[in-house]
């Protein structure tokens, strides 16, 4: 009954990067959930095996934040398991020193030391989760990895140990910007109808419901996707056949607000549906550039 859904609890320290490894999970198209106190996962966990769920993929944070109902995360992974719903635990620490480097830059108050003894708070919650963290699936120890390095581990580790499959880095990007060097295949779109030239559109892009039916609707771009979507199969195909684990494919236009993040978009739901077992992460190098 539960096969098909993958439940991803992230938890652990306090400043040890759980927001920006929920952003890693959300590249890769799951459902995610920040902040959830512990008795409110059993909740979740039922909702996605519900019938009528549509969610098979989802990542949930949960901490300290939760205050005194955090300590109840135990009971809720047990029961969790008494109902069959499977779900993996991600454990964030990092070292005493990078935690206090850390609060120092962010001003932010720790959740255990609201007196403002940051180094007091980071032992309690250390002591705290210590049983937690022997529970957990995966522990990454972040004390030396910057943002991107963290999100870069575990799309690469964490998420095939899960799922499984070939990972497609899909990025979309603007020519007046050059062309990105780390792509396997790049394709150029800058021959389909260019909604920077309508002014209701201008300001708009891909993401956008109207820039997207202006593209997608289009006759040439209709004859195009009928033609690239077999050649993609068949490439995506062959690649795993090989044994290639990642793939990253560039989609350009020429400011990379438009086109290109349209055909992006279109590309990752096709190749995140149920009948194809990739990993599709989508990007949008130069969407916020004017």
């Not at 959830?36 to 993929?57: C, N, W, Y």
């Not at 920077?196 to 202006?214: A, C, F, H, M, S």
């Not at 494919?249 to 978009?265: D, K, L, Q």
Request: net charge negative; aromatic share 8%.
């Amino acid at each position: 009954m539960h096969n098909h859904i993958e439940l991803i609890i992230i938890t652990g320290e306090s400043g040890a990067g759980k927001s920006h490894a929920m952003a890693a999970f959300e590249d890769a198209g799951f459902f995610c959930i920040d902040n959830l106190p512990p008795q409110m996962i059993e909740a979740t966990g039922d909702l996605f095996v519900h019938e009528g769920s549509k969610v098979e993929r989802a990542a949930v944070v949960t901490d300290v934040r939760g205050g005194e109902y955090f300590e109840e995360i135990d009971r809720c992974l047990n029961e969790l398991e008494s109902k069959g719903i499977p779900f993996k635990v991600l454990y964030l620490e990092a070292s005493e020193k990078a935690l206090l480097r850390r609060f120092k830059e962010t001003r932010r108050p720790h959740p255990l030391a609201p007196e403002g003894d940051i180094p007091k708070g980071i032992e309690r919650e250390k002591k705290m989760l210590a049983e937690l963290k022997r529970r957990a699936d995966w522990v990454i120890d972040t004390s030396d990895l910057n943002v991107h390095e963290l999100r870069a581990h575990i799309i690469e580790k964490v998420i095939p140990e899960r799922t499984g499959g070939l990972i497609i880095t899909i990025n979309s990007f603007g020519y007046k910007y050059g062309t990105p060097l780390d792509a396997d295949l790049i394709f150029d779109i800058r021959f389909l109808p260019n909604p920077n030239y309508e002014p209701l559109l201008k300001q708009l892009t891909g993401i956008d419901p109207e820039v997207r039916e202006y593209v997608m609707n289009n006759r040439v771009t209709q004859e195009f996707l009928e033609k690239l979507a077999p050649l993609m199969d068949y490439m995506l195909k062959m690649y795993v056949s090989e044994g290639k684990s990642d793939l990253i494919v560039g989609v350009g236009c020429t400011g990379g607000r438009h086109r290109s993040v349209a055909v992006a978009e279109w590309l990752a739901e096709r190749y995140r549906a149920d009948d194809h077992n990739y990993n599709v992460i989508v990007r949008h190098r130069d969407i916020g550039k004017s």
